[in-house]
């Protein structure tokens, strides 16, 4: 689904960003959000609608250049769904 795509995208990046050696709950997002769901292989619209609905449910705050993951543990279960 694309709630797991976006999740797993986000915590893949969290992880990249860790072993980097820039480890944070904050995400900055150098991608546009059409060159997000080109990565993943959706539309602009249904990243766009699922990182609000995230958001909504508190998991992820959108920031200026970024994502802050809330709720990692949600974020997971998302991606073992």
Do not use: W
């Amino acid at each position: 689904s694309a709630e797991e795509k976006i999740a797993a995208f986000l915590l893949n990046l969290q992880a990249r960003y860790a072993r980097i050696g820039s480890a944070s709950v904050t995400i900055p997002l150098p991608m546009s959000r059409q060159d997000i769901a080109d990565h993943l292989g959706l539309t602009i619209e249904t990243v766009s609608r699922t990182l609000t609905k995230l958001s909504r449910d508190k998991t992820i705050l959108i920031v200026p250049d970024g994502v802050r993951l809330l709720n990692n543990e949600r974020l997971d279960q998302l991606t073992a769904a």
